[in-house]
């Protein structure tokens, strides 16, 4: 069964501080990795979705890369904007379904 | 704003109880994908459509069944409803149905389960 891991489960950042969100994963030959952002009460918002293992994708203040075994997501001179869950997700190669970790909470502060 | 509409955005109801929660999917796309998440179990698959046939089955629970309809709108019914159904229910659409695209999530339904 796919296994995804998100840490930490909460990240308190000042304004400017750079920081990084890890994505741990276990699945039986991976499709893709996704990442999403999550307001509360709203439903995902696609970011970036990474296919092999070397991939890097930048929007805005946020990178995303991928190894063999987990992700990153980077985010660079957080603006309280930049507050909201990240979502990872993994999808096999022979599934459908996007098997999602806890995400984490970041809160950026002024 | 991803495109894809959910009805209603909340939905109060009793146990024993069924509804039915609506999903409209991005113009073009085929693949209706539908969520559920909840504070202790964060987001399950539950059941996959694509051009109208089921494709995969997630831990959906048997009191709940789906169907996508020929103008490729979706609809989740819910039935006999338990005070544990309360969760968020979401509706993602993507342009294949094969593994790799990514998916776009409407803004959800919200069940409350009294």
């Known amino acids: 069964e796919d296994q995804v891991t998100q840490s930490p489960e909460a990240l308190r950042l000042q304004e400017g501080e750079s920081s990084s969100l890890n994505c741990s994963y276990t699945?039986?030959?991976?499709?893709?990795l996704f990442w999403y952002r999550q307001d509360p009460g709203k439903g995902p918002e696609f970011l970036f979705t990474?296919?092999?293992a070397g991939e890097e994708k930048e929007k805005e203040r946020l990178k995303a890369t991928l190894t063999k075994k987990e992700s990153f997501l980077h985010i660079t001179a957080p603006k309280p904007e930049d507050s909201a869950t990240y979502l990872c997700?993994?999808?096999?190669?022979?599934?459908?379904?996007?098997?999602f970790g806890a995400g984490t909470t970041v809160t950026v502060r002024a | 704003d991803s495109g894809v509409t959910q009805t209603p955005k909340h939905l109060i109801t009793a146990t024993g109880q069924r509804v039915t929660l609506r999903c409209s999917p991005r113009?073009?796309?085929?693949?209706v994908y539908w969520y559920q998440q909840s504070l202790d179990q964060g987001l399950q698959f539950l059941i996959q459509?694509?051009?109208?046939?089921?494709?995969a089955k997630g831990n959906i629970l048997e009191r709940f069944s789906a169907q996508q309809f020929p103008d490729l709108h979706s609809e989740l019914n819910l039935s006999s409803l338990e005070l544990g159904d309360s969760a968020l229910y979401f509706c993602?659409?993507?342009?294949?149905?094969?593994?790799?695209?990514?998916?776009?999530f409407g803004p959800g339904t919200r069940l409350t389960v009294t």
């Open positions: 993602a659409s993507s342009r294949s149905g094969t593994p790799g695209y990514e998916q776009y």
């Open positions: 699945v039986s030959g991976l499709r893709g």
């Open positions: 990474l296919y092999s």
């Open positions: 997700a993994v999808q096999a190669s022979n599934d459908y379904k996007l098997s």
């Open positions: 113009s073009g796309d085929l693949s």
């Open positions: 459509y694509y051009n109208g046939e089921e494709r």
